[in-house]
């Protein structure tokens, strides 16, 4: 059985669209596959939140799968969507065949942890049973199940189980898996022990693109029935993939270095933020520091050397190498380079100001000007080429609050937000030696991090210790007792859990995140603002 797996990259609403990639795929692999496989909610994209509450949406989607359906004669087709029944909606995989859908499997497991909400729209499935099918003039019992059906450790429902034990001969998997670190490894471990358990091959076929904050690998992939892994769609790349399910050559255990990986799923997720939302130049500020430099190279890669404007705002505080460095890595990348003095503006508005700051000491709202001259001005070249900022701000600092609102807090899209320092600093060096050269200059992998917002400045932190400290927080959500157990100072561990209590509401008005981590700022993570727990500690 020759299976075309259809790892496809949908946009959220765009029915038109996906409903043509998805006739596409049908019409050219009719003559060359016995099955096609498309993942969950191809045809809506995913995930398409709040638009599942529109009526119209609603009737579009039906119109669209009776379409498909329609066009499809000819070969077996398993596909993604959503359906209403009786006045309540499902995650579903439409089973179509002969130009009709003949059957329909449900999602059974409907999660509502992290970035997940699927309780919030969708009823589970009512049955869990396997569908026959003919595929290459054999009828075949098929056990479909949708994404976290197979995610059932803490699940009462065993959903692969039931599909085998009620005869299933082949069981496929369609997900929308969002990515985050070598999560593929732990989508081929599980799947490994199902079929190890259960003695049936495994086809898993995974959403690729990005959405908003959501990052989607692909990386579909199947295991025999003897447990080896004989087809794999490679990360980060759309396309249709034929897997012959009779081919018993085992396959090298697929997967990217973690810096590879990163800066692909980083890459990916600012090419189709701007693809799917109409725009194709980006803005940002160099300050000659790492952050900044890496979100270019990212850029650069994702959007072209020709769409990316690097622009650098020396004030009486900047140094000689920020500037050189800047300019440097906007030379190497090919990208546009400008630079915009503050000086004179930033003593203008102390002027303007000096009536209202008098018989007080200069400190933290003087500094924090110079940022936010900064950033409305990006703010005004960027609305002035119809392009969008990027942010350049990674997690530690955003963690910490050591960033200002409406200053470097300013931009469409965070682009390393869910990296920490020491990731930061990783990928950067992965990238130059990947291209063999100082792209990223050297003096900025060495130098001591700063935002030179007053004399002599250095950030207040050693990141070696910081960086790893408010991941376990933020990501392993552990707290004082824990971390002081671990080996961490009792003062340092308090300070850093006040810290990030206190910035939420920073947080809250940042930028959209490209999430890569298990648990990054944004939707997946729910804290209140005016939250005085903490303080009861």
């Not at 065949?97 to 059974?108: N, Q, S």
């Not at 990386?219 to 790349?237: H, M, N, T, V």
């Not at 000096?354 to 001259?373: D, M, W, Y």
Request: glycine fraction near 8%.
């Amino acid at each position: 059985m020759k299976i075309a797996v259809a790892q496809l990259n949908p946009t959220v609403g765009a029915l038109g669209e996906n409903t043509d990639q998805i006739l596409r795929v049908i019409a050219e692999y009719r003559h060359k596959a016995d099955i096609v496989v498309f993942p969950e909610m191809t045809l809506t994209g995913y995930p398409p939140q709040d638009l599942l509450l529109e009526t119209r949406f609603i009737a579009e989607l039906d119109d669209k799968i009776r379409h498909i359906a329609a066009e499809s004669k000819g070969i077996p087709v398993i596909l993604g969507t959503v359906r209403q029944e009786n006045g309540k909606l499902r995650n579903t995989a439409a089973v179509i065949a002969e130009g009709k859908v003949i059957a329909w499997r449900d999602k059974t497991l409907l999660p509502t942890y992290d970035v997940f909400d699927e309780a919030r729209y969708f009823q589970p499935a009512g049955r869990i049973e396997p569908v026959s099918l003919n595929v290459a003039g054999k009828l075949r019992s098929i056990g479909i199940e949708i994404c976290e059906d197979l995610w059932d450790q803490d699940y009462s429902t065993k959903v692969t189980s039931e599909l085998v034990d009620k005869g299933a001969d082949l069981i496929i998997n369609i997900s929308a898996s969002p990515f985050s670190v070598n999560r593929l490894d732990d989508r081929i471990e599980l799947v490994g022990q199902k079929v190890a358990a259960l003695g049936r091959p495994f086809l898993y076929c995974n959403l690729i693109g990005a959405q908003d904050e959501l990052v989607f690998d692909g990386g579909s992939f199947f295991i025999d029935r003897d447990g080896q892994l004989s087809g794999a769609a490679p990360q980060f790349k759309s396309g249709v993939f034929l897997f012959d399910a009779k081919t018993t050559q085992p396959l090298p255990a697929p997967g990217l270095p973690e810096e590879e990986q990163i800066f692909r799923a980083l890459s990916l997720g600012v090419s189709d933020y701007f693809r799917k939302t109409g725009h194709g130049k980006a803005v940002l500020g160099l300050s000659g520091g790492i952050d900044s430099a890496l979100v270019a190279v990212i850029a650069s890669d994702a959007l072209g050397k020709e769409n990316v404007l690097g622009i650098t705002m020396p004030s009486i505080y900047s140094s000689g190498h920020s500037i050189e460095d800047s300019k440097k890595l906007a030379e190497n990348l090919g990208i546009e380079f400008e630079m915009i003095p503050i000086r004179k503006i930033n003593e203008e508005m102390l002027t303007a100001l000096a009536p209202v700051f008098r018989s007080t000491k200069a400190g933290l709202a003087e500094e924090n000007l110079q940022a936010r001259i900064r950033g409305g001005l990006l703010m005004a070249v960027a609305n002035k080429r119809n392009a969008l900022l990027l942010n350049t701000g990674n997690k530690t600092e955003t963690a910490l609050g050591y960033c200002t609102l409406y200053g470097d807090m300013c931009g469409a899209l965070g682009v390393i937000s869910d990296l920490n320092k020491l990731q930061v600093y990783a990928v950067a060096r992965w990238y130059n030696r990947q291209h063999g050269a100082d792209i990223i200059p050297q003096n900025t992998l060495t130098k001591p991090p700063s935002a030179e917002l007053k004399p002599d400045q250095v950030d207040p932190f050693d990141y070696n210790l910081i960086a790893p400290l408010v991941d376990e927080i933020v990501t392993g959500n552990k707290h004082l007792t824990e971390l002081v157990k671990q080996g961490y100072d009792q003062t340092i561990v308090a300070e850093i859990l006040r810290k990030i209590r206190l910035n939420e509401y920073k947080r809250r008005q940042a930028a959209p995140g490209i999430r890569i981590s298990r648990k990054a700022f944004g939707v997946g993570r729910c804290y209140p603002i005016v939250n005085g727990f903490g303080e009861s500690q």
